[in-house]
């Protein structure tokens, strides 16, 4: 099937969710405690189930050294400048740093969260959108051309900061993981970078969380699953649910009948308050 992404505006916050609790951006992008509460009204306000966070596809590059301006209620969080000027200086790329900046707010979001009843989704993004905030999308892509091994060497840095954020929220108790990379979404680089690059990056990622076997939801933006589905690296399958929930709802209700890691895509998870016009999850395997 061919997603298309519609987006929508559920991170945008309405005037009567700043009026009940007096924040707006960037100052929920940056607290622990502004986190949880905006979260938690955001999905009240909505009429939502899940709670979500972090407001932004940041928080992961920041942590990597980006430099990112937080900007306000009508810009969000966006590269000021780039860290890199070349893929050489990126071999130098440190392991992800969990302990420290936002990162560390939204993991502790996430126990607040949790621990007043919530049930949370953690969104995280993939090598290239995390890259993109640190180095200029057009010297990476020559890098691809000139220096392939080198690229694969920075991936693997990245795709283990990846798994290691998703499992640390797992701990923290999230329920379900969020997982997308728009920037290295097919469209957007071409089907011999995605072939080559950006999907086998994401299905080893999707592997890594899996093979943990932590009770989780992991949730595939509808490009990725699609994407790989259609280079033959996982395949899909249907999960009847009963037609009266909304997509949250059935999410939730299938992970409660599970003991372990589902993988679930083909759908956006942004779409979690709206009722289903077909009774239908779609599980994913890995090939």
């Known amino acids: 099937m061919d997603f298309k992404c519609t987006g929508d505006d559920l991170e945008q916050i309405p005037e009567e969710v700043v009026k009940k609790t007096g924040i707006t951006l960037p100052g929920g992008h940056c607290s622990k405690n502004s986190m949880a509460l905006l979260a938690t009204e955001l999905r009240k306000h909505h009429g939502d189930v899940i709670a979500r966070v972090p407001f932004c596809v940041t928080v992961e590059a920041e942590a990597y050294g980006a430099h990112i301006k937080l900007g306000n209620a009508l810009a969000g969080p966006r590269v000021e400048s780039y860290l890199f000027t070349s893929i050489e ?39 290239f959108t995390i890259l993109s905030a640190l180095i200029d999308p057009l010297d990476f892509y020559k890098g691809l051309r000139r220096d392939p091994l080198r690229i694969q060497e920075i991936l693997t840095v990245v795709e283990e900061g990846i798994i290691r954020y998703s499992l640390e929220g797992i701990k923290r108790g999230a329920s379900i993981i969020s997982y997308g990379d728009p ?98 999850l779609w599980g994913i395997e890995l090939k």
Do not use: F
């Open 183 to 280: 920037v290295g979404a097919m469209g957007i680089i071409g089907p011999k970078v995605y072939r080559e690059y950006s999907g086998p990056s994401s299905w080893r990622i999707i592997k890594g969380i899996k093979e943990t076997g932590e009770k989780v939801l992991l949730h595939l933006c509808g490009k990725t699953s699609t994407a790989l589905e259609k280079l033959e690296m996982l395949r899909s399958y249907p999960i009847e649910t009963d037609d009266a929930l909304t997509y949250g709802q059935a999410l939730l209700g299938l992970l409660n009948k599970t003991t372990g890691p589902i993988v679930i895509g083909h759908r956006c998870i942004k779409g979690s308050l709206n009722k289903m016009s077909q009774p239908v």
């Open 89 to 127: 200086e990126m071999s130098n790329l440190q392991g992800l740093d969990l302990t420290r900046g936002r990162i560390r707010e939204v993991l502790d979001a996430v126990g607040i969260l949790v621990e007043a009843g919530e049930k949370v989704a953690l969104s995280v993004e993939g090598p």
